[in-house]
């Protein structure tokens, strides 16, 4: 791109931080600093609000640059993640999103917390939450570099670090001064302009091959270099047992791993009763799973008009794909048209990994206040406002983001957003389960579940190739590699409900019927919900 192209895509970038910051200023001038504005933005959000927030927070920078890149280099095995992530909304419609919202206050902890021992639940909780909340973080962080490293030119290392930086900052900024209702007007409008950028792009992908998706494909195959390869199961999960072993622990980790992360669950609080929440989840599929069956028109589209090659030249993990089409559509490389869409495409994108950003980073830093330092605090010491904490925990959790970001430059970041949901699958998952439908469930029940998935999790992906012993590994300069997945879902996502039903069945504490009731009447019902 010339300089000119750039200086269009730069502004339009800078025009939606002017906005959002402009947000963020007013809404901080009309809050009172409580915990549940903080947290939950007074819990004054509409159905309709809420459900576009929630495409907002879901539609990740994964969504967008990774999964139609890996669509565009894999075929066939890179739908899994458009299918997967869909697919996972009908567990959070059917089994959390209404008991969540009247079980909870603020956190996952809370509906765990409820009919258990707080302290040792709530450390368990908050731990695994913020874990999950940094490494997607991480992915975020990485589709911001590609893309700002793309644009001036995809040669300058320095400037995707500084763009992980910058973004670090941004988030940071967000959650410090608007809190949750400045997140959720950010991510309302992040919804809209992303859902009206995927869908100007898939009409001119579909326009260039006169509506017939079949000669779409046929030419996604052919310019694949991989040929009917290309449209068939197998090109990046058959080569091996190992790799389909994987495609299956991929699959399981995408579907059961929404149910568990902590920047989802927040959301169900920002309604003002249970009734809302479900309705929110409504809006929010129909929103979702229109998007993502646009990512595969786009992914064949970067594949049959870009090619995999050109995709693979730019980023080797994919992430470039969207914008490199954008510009295709607009005209090619060198024209106004192919600019201008690139620069619109490119900002969007942008504004969808900052929205993200900021509801994570407010997720895991409420977690670190609410249930973190409200358990460990000594009675005596000086106490410090719950929201005045969550502020600091913001930033350490941007700075460790921003480091981690650092590091994962060269990963794909629908890929790395697969490990994040396969630890909130392990961690979050079994014990949210339990705590909402097992009437014998025990404090101890419910820490190991967490700890029982949380650590296998963490420890399979140090061990796995995604760490090291590949070139494409975060240190290819070294092989410590003992486990052979590259996700660990299929794994830990068992050894978490086994050791919580362990924990349970050797408690020594019996399990208290009464909280039980209480809690049950309450989920079921919304009588005495918050």
């Given at each position: 791109?010339?300089?000119?192209?750039?200086?269009?895509?730069?502004?339009?970038?800078?025009?939606?931080?002017?906005?959002?910051?402009?947000?963020?200023?007013?809404?901080?001038?009309?809050?009172?600093?409580?915990?549940?504005?903080?947290?939950?933005?007074?819990?004054?959000?509409?159905?309709?609000?809420?459900?576009?927030?929630?495409?907002?927070?879901?539609?990740?920078?994964?969504?967008?640059?990774?999964?139609?890149?890996?669509?565009?280099?894999?075929?066939?095995?890179?739908?899994?993640?458009?299918?997967?992530?869909?697919?996972?909304?009908?567990?959070?419609?059917?089994?959390?999103?209404?008991?969540?919202?009247?079980?909870?206050?603020?956190?996952?902890?809370?509906?765990?917390?409820?009919?258990?021992?707080?302290?040792?639940?709530?450390?368990?909780?908050?731990?695994?939450?913020?874990?999950?909340?940094?490494?997607?973080?991480?992915?975020?962080?990485?589709?911001?570099?590609?893309?700002?490293?793309?644009?001036?030119?995809?040669t300058s290392g320095a400037a995707r670090s500084w763009t992980v930086i910058g973004v670090g900052a941004l988030m940071v900024i967000y959650v410090l001064l608007?809190?949750?209702?400045?997140?959720?007007?950010?991510?309302?409008?992040?919804?809209?302009?992303?859902?009206?950028?995927?869908?100007?792009?898939?009409?001119?992908?579909?326009?260039?091959?006169?509506?017939?998706?079949?000669?779409?494909?046929?030419?996604?195959?052919?310019?694949?270099?991989?040929?009917?390869?290309?449209?068939?199961?197998?090109?990046?999960?058959?080569?091996?047992?190992?790799?389909?072993?994987?495609?299956?622990?991929?699959?399981?980790?995408?579907?059961?791993?929404?149910?568990?992360?902590?920047?989802?669950?927040?959301?169900?609080?920002?309604?003002?009763?249970?009734?809302?929440?479900?309705?929110?989840?409504?809006?929010?599929?129909?929103?979702?799973?229109?998007?993502?069956?646009?990512?595969?028109?786009?992914?064949?589209?970067?594949?049959?008009?870009?090619?995999?090659?050109?995709?693979?030249?730019?980023?080797?993990?994919?992430?470039?794909?969207?914008?490199?089409?954008?510009?295709?559509?607009?005209?090619?490389?060198?024209?106004?048209?192919?600019?201008?869409?690139?620069?619109?495409?490119?900002?969007?994108?942008?504004?969808?990994?900052?929205?993200?950003?900021?509801?994570?980073?407010?997720?895991?830093?409420?977690?670190?206040?609410?249930?973190?330092?409200?358990?460990?605090?000594?009675?005596?010491?000086?106490?410090?406002?719950?929201?005045?904490?969550?502020?600091?925990?913001?930033?350490?959790?941007?700075?460790?983001?921003?480091?981690?970001?650092?590091?994962?430059?060269?990963?794909?970041?629908?890929?790395?957003?697969?490990?994040?949901?396969?630890?909130?699958?392990?961690?979050?998952?079994?014990?949210?389960?339990?705590?909402?439908?097992?009437?014998?469930?025990?404090?101890?029940?419910?820490?190991?579940?967490?700890?029982?998935?949380?650590?296998?999790?963490?420890?399979?992906?140090?061990?796995?190739?995604?760490?090291?012993?590949?070139?494409?590994?975060?240190?290819?300069?070294?092989?410590?590699?003992?486990?052979?997945?590259?996700?660990?879902?299929?794994?830990?996502?068992?050894?978490?409900?086994?050791?919580?039903?362990?924990?349970?069945?050797?408690?020594?504490?019996?399990?208290?019927?009464?909280?039980?009731?209480?809690?049950?009447?309450?989920?079921?019902?919304?009588?005495?919900?918050?």
């Amino acid at each position: 791109m010339n300089g000119n192209h750039q200086t269009l895509a730069l502004l339009l970038f800078s025009a939606f931080i002017a906005v959002t910051l402009a947000i963020t200023t007013w809404v901080s001038r009309n809050r009172h600093g409580s915990a549940e504005e903080f947290y939950a933005g007074g819990r004054l959000f509409s159905p309709m609000e809420n459900g576009f927030a929630i495409a907002g927070d879901y539609m990740s920078a994964a969504s967008f640059l990774g999964i139609s890149g890996l669509i565009a280099l894999f075929g066939y095995d890179g739908m899994l993640y458009s299918v997967g992530f869909l697919v996972a909304w009908l567990v959070v419609l059917l089994l959390v999103a209404e008991l969540v919202r009247n079980c909870g206050r603020f956190t996952l902890a809370d509906v765990v917390a409820a009919r258990m021992a707080e302290r040792p639940v709530r450390i368990a909780a908050g731990t695994s939450s913020v874990t999950v909340s940094v490494l997607y973080l991480v992915a975020q962080m990485v589709g911001a570099g590609s893309l700002v490293a793309l644009l001036l030119g995809g040669t300058s290392g320095a400037a995707r670090s500084w763009t992980v930086i910058g973004v670090g900052a941004l988030m940071v900024i967000y959650v410090l001064l608007g809190g949750m209702r400045a997140t959720t007007w950010i991510q309302i409008v992040k919804a809209v302009l992303l859902m009206a950028g995927a869908v100007v792009l898939t009409v001119l992908v579909l326009l260039r091959f006169h509506g017939d998706f079949n000669a779409l494909l046929n030419s996604a195959a052919e310019r694949s270099g991989h040929g009917s390869r290309f449209l068939a199961p197998g090109l990046r999960y058959g080569g091996s047992w190992t790799a389909r072993i994987d495609f299956v622990s991929l699959g399981l980790a995408l579907v059961l791993g929404t149910a568990g992360l902590p920047h989802i669950l927040s959301r169900f609080y920002t309604v003002p009763t249970a009734r809302a929440a479900r309705r929110s989840v409504v809006w929010s599929i129909g929103l979702i799973g229109s998007f993502y069956l646009m990512t595969i028109a786009l992914g064949f589209g970067a594949a049959a008009l870009v090619g995999s090659a050109d995709v693979r030249a730019s980023n080797a993990a994919g992430n470039t794909a969207i914008p490199l089409l954008a510009m295709e559509l607009g005209g090619g490389e060198g024209s106004t048209g192919g600019a201008i869409l690139f620069a619109v495409v490119a900002a969007v994108a942008f504004a969808t990994i900052l929205a993200v950003v900021a509801g994570i980073t407010l997720a895991s830093s409420a977690s670190v206040a609410h249930d973190l330092y409200a358990s460990i605090r000594r009675p005596g010491s000086k106490q410090y406002s719950e929201v005045a904490v969550a502020r600091v925990a913001a930033a350490a959790i941007g700075v460790a983001a921003i480091g981690l970001g650092l590091i994962a430059q060269n990963l794909n970041v629908a890929f790395l957003v697969g490990l994040a949901f396969a630890v909130a699958a392990s961690a979050n998952l079994p014990v949210l389960l339990y705590s909402l439908f097992w009437r014998n469930f025990t404090t101890r029940g419910a820490v190991w579940s967490v700890y029982g998935g949380l650590i296998p999790a963490v420890l399979l992906v140090l061990l796995s190739p995604v760490v090291s012993g590949s070139p494409a590994s975060l240190f290819p300069g070294v092989d410590f590699q003992f486990f052979p997945l590259e996700n660990p879902g299929l794994v830990s996502i068992p050894l978490g409900f086994l050791a919580g039903w362990v924990g349970t069945v050797t408690s020594i504490d019996p399990p208290d019927e009464a909280k039980h009731a209480e809690t049950e009447v309450r989920a079921l019902t919304g009588a005495g919900a918050v």
